[in-house]
């Protein structure tokens, strides 16, 4: 990542943490403490970046006025991990215990149904035109039930009797963590006074992104050390999940069947690694990653060259690049 | 109830089931059939009725436009139904299994949101000025964190040690109940165009009309016949649950922890509504809903006199006299 976008975002994740503090610091009641518990552990505030750096880009100065919108954004992204972390059964996210853990299974279901009643308040806090604020609302209420659909089909893959393929992780990919990235960068221009060809290019830009986001979460499951990703090596693998890796496998012949043990040694995902390797899975599966990115940035051209634009750019190759 | 009104929320009723028909029928995959599934099975559809009445009454004509903001108030009471139902553990509603027991809590938890984005968007579809929908989505929004607040204070009187007051009572059963009502009448007269005096005399007669229906919610627990009420009777005295009856009983120093037993029988019922009575319990609670009645139809006095203002006042007077 370059000096400069990471500058933009330690400043932006900055400003997102205070306001959030800001906001939610002298939260009355438990139930308020149980909303701003994941919100207030941190995150790398990605989709309120992309919402201000694509409002920058389609007019600049404009993002000064949407910091309640970008705020809007990370509690919808926040109401989501904390209603699937409960259905997931999971105990810890991001070094912390989960909401449901760390209360119970009603106050997590109230704290996320709070989050996502206060995103859709701050989109309307946004200093923006009227109309553009209904279309950022309309945006985001039909991105929330695609982030709903796209976790029931994770979730039914994972009891799919029948095979998944590639076009329905895919499709899958898109809804549960596309849509969001697409409304984010969608919301952005919308606010900001874009035109409806500079609105579907961000959008467009945001689903790829954020679909190749996904794809390199698989990656990295496999490959990068535990102390970075914070995840077990090979837990996908371990679990047989339905991974583009998975798949992908499948449908070169591999039988990764051996590996779905949950006591595979770190000897053995180093060997299912050679063995994906080899057989070019590793390749072709980042090979998906790197065209959604190459589509997402091409997406951008129709918006001015500037600072903010090559953000942007460079932001969706962070997301194939990193390790964590 | 005047034939008129009935006539009337007949009407509504079936005009709403119609959409909802039209647009959950051909729901495909099993997360959006769970989603309708609590939408199509009934329900008096009165939130609609409210909104459309209160457009109504601010400027006569302006209800055609507004039936998918109607949908969405009764999206936005469905969703927290079906949350509602997982945190309570209840298994039927309306007759039917409830949605975590006919499929499973992971698909209900998403059925509700699902709902829940739908309701914005629905309020997003009302043919209205652009600011008029800004200002229905913030109410909404800003409605639908205080149901989540209400239930969680609810949640709370079934465990507290400390003996929940009637101030405490009245502020749980605003949130949980007279915020909904208060945002559909509001948000009816928002979208009418309706002024700012008019807008806030709408809210207030939701609001005092929902808690006057909580109250007769418990009232009726007691005292209807369970053909008529569809509930259990007596079943708040066998849970022991701080309803405004349990509060105000024991402000007059009686006892109602004797009557806290799972195997009540019914003759054991008939005695604990005896001694109510007969302390002045029942008359002294049906006072505070006919109070709350009496501060809801005053505040619909700055709206002129129409057939619709009158149908509102009816309807609030019904609230209290139903037994069902």
């Known amino acids: 990542m370059s000096e400069d976008l990471k500058d933009y975002l330690d400043k932006t994740a900055e ?15 438990e139930l308020y403490k149980a909303s701003a518990h994941l919100l207030l552990a941190g995150g790398k505030r990605l989709r309120p970046a992309v919402l201000l750096l694509a409002a920058e880009a389609v007019r600049p100065g404009s993002s000064d006025d949407l910091m309640h919108a970008a705020i809007g954004l990370e509690m919808t992204h926040t109401f989501t991990l904390i209603h699937d972390d409960i259905m997931d059964g999971d105990a810890t996210r991001r070094g912390a215990p989960t909401v449901h853990v760390k209360w119970d299974e009603p106050t997590a279901i109230l704290a996320g ?48 009797e029948k095979e998944v393929d590639a076009f329905e992780y895919l499709e899958m990919a898109g809804k549960k963590t596309g849509a969001l990235y697409a409304a984010s960068a969608a919301i952005g221009g919308v606010l900001a006074g874009g035109n409806a060809v500079q609105v579907d ?10 679909i190749a986001f996904q794809i390199q979460d698989d990656l990295i499951d496999f490959i990068a050390p535990p102390e970075k990703s914070g995840k077990d090596r090979g837990s996908d693998l371990r679990e047989g999940k339905q991974t583009l890796i998975a798949i992908t496998a499948r449908e070169k012949g591999l039988n990764l069947s051996k590996y779905r043990r949950p006591d595979l040694t770190p000897e053995e995902v180093d060997r299912a690694i050679a063995e994906l390797k080899e057989a070019g899975v590793v390749d072709a599966v980042r090979r998906v990653a ?35």
């Open 15 to 29: 400003q997102v943490d205070m306001m959030l503090e800001r906001y939610f610091s002298d939260a009355f009641g």
């Open 113 to 160: 149904d709070v989050l996502y009643a206060k995103a859709f308040e701050f989109i309307t806090h946004a200093v923006a035109d009227d109309r553009a604020r209904v279309k950022a609302v309309a945006m985001l209420a039909r991105t929330c039930a695609e982030i709903c659909e796209g976790q029931h089909q994770d979730m039914a893959f994972e009891k799919a």
């Open 201 to 210: 290019a961000l959008y467009q830009y945001g689903m790829n992104a954020g």
């Open 290 to 324: 790197e065209e959604k990115v190459a589509t997402a940035k091409h997406a951008l051209t129709v918006l001015p060259e500037c600072k903010e634009r090559q953000h942007l750019e460079d932001l969706v190759e962070f997301f194939i690049s990193r390790s964590f």
